[in-house]
């Protein structure tokens, strides 16, 4: 029987954008996800996303309902967003979870903690994050050929492997009507949200160590890494860090490297 990984998406990207990705662990793992965090009605996104969390807890509590109670348990592993999210859910829920891989989610803590409250409050994070650029993302593109050349221009998109780009275009984008327009899937007020909510509390209550074991995967030239820094971080997880040549988007240019990080990592906890 196949180990389960439950993925969870960073913030924007659908999880069917990183089917490269879940491809290249298929055949070790079962592979689960949620599509797009936040536009569940039931789960809004509030300040430190306590209801996005729930929404990862119901759906993992929805497969061991339907295995009867006899559901083993499940490795947490997420990007960016995701990442965070699968790290506070194993909090609340460790004796479902074998242990967390966070891609490119570096936990804040201490002074910076503190002081991402204080932007908060004042509005500076906006300003700080993609956060203002998202409310004015654009949302539709009149085919799929317009949407490719428009994020392939883009220098961020450029580094992307090729698969990932055409499957974040193909499920991020769909098209939704007959004469092939293609509209974004991932609500930009959703997206602003999540951004303008990202946890400041996570790093007290890791104070005393994480309740399962923890591996990080680090972009070596992810600005959300320089800015927030390891040290909590790495007292969570030890030994199990590692470094991908990459941006913070470092799952979308180098998927294959990112899949097997994530299966070394695996490897390494479960010794």
């Known amino acids: 029987m196949k180990d389960i990984i439950h993925f969870s998406h960073a913030n924007g990207f659908p999880a069917s954008t990183y089917r490269t990705v879940f491809a290249e662990l298929a055949d070790d793992y079962e592979i689960r996800s949620i ?8 789960f809004p996104v509030t300040r430190d996303w306590p209801y996005l969390v729930d929404e990862l807890i ?15 348990k499940v490795w947490l592993v997420g990007h960016s967003l995701g990442g965070y999210l699968s790290l506070m859910a194993a909090i609340k829920r460790p004796q479902w979870v074998k242990g967390v891989v966070m891609l490119d989610s570096p936990v ?11 932007m908060q409050r004042t509005g500076l994070d906006e300003r700080l994050s993609p956060a203002a650029a998202t409310k004015k993302r654009r949302t539709r593109w009149a085919s799929r050929d317009e949407a490719w050349r428009h994020f392939r221009a883009k220098p961020a998109f450029a580094r992307w ?36 909510t990202l946890p400041h509390t996570l790093g007290a209550r ?31 997880a030890g030994e199990h860090v590692e470094w991908i040549e990459g941006s913070h988007l470092f799952p979308m240019e180098r998927p294959i490297e990112t899949a097997r990080a994530v299966r070394r990592l695996i490897v390494a906890m479960q010794r």
């Open 35 to 42: 599509e797009r965090y936040g536009h569940d009605p039931r």
């Open 58 to 72: 119901d759906d993992m509590s929805r497969h061991r309902e339907a295995a009867g109670g006899a559901h083993p």
């Open 108 to 118: 804040i803590a201490g002074w910076r903690s503190g002081l991402l409250r204080a």
């Open 161 to 196: 492997d090729e698969r990932m780009l055409s499957d974040y275009i193909d499920f991020g984008m769909p098209s939704t009507h007959a004469d092939g327009t293609r509209t974004l899937a991932f609500d930009r007020q959703v997206e602003y949200l999540i951004y303008r």
């Open 206 to 236: 890791l104070a005393h160590g994480a309740p399962v074991p923890v591996g990080f995967v680090a972009g070596t030239h992810s600005t959300e890494v320089r800015q927030v820094g390891l040290a909590m971080t790495r007292r969570i």
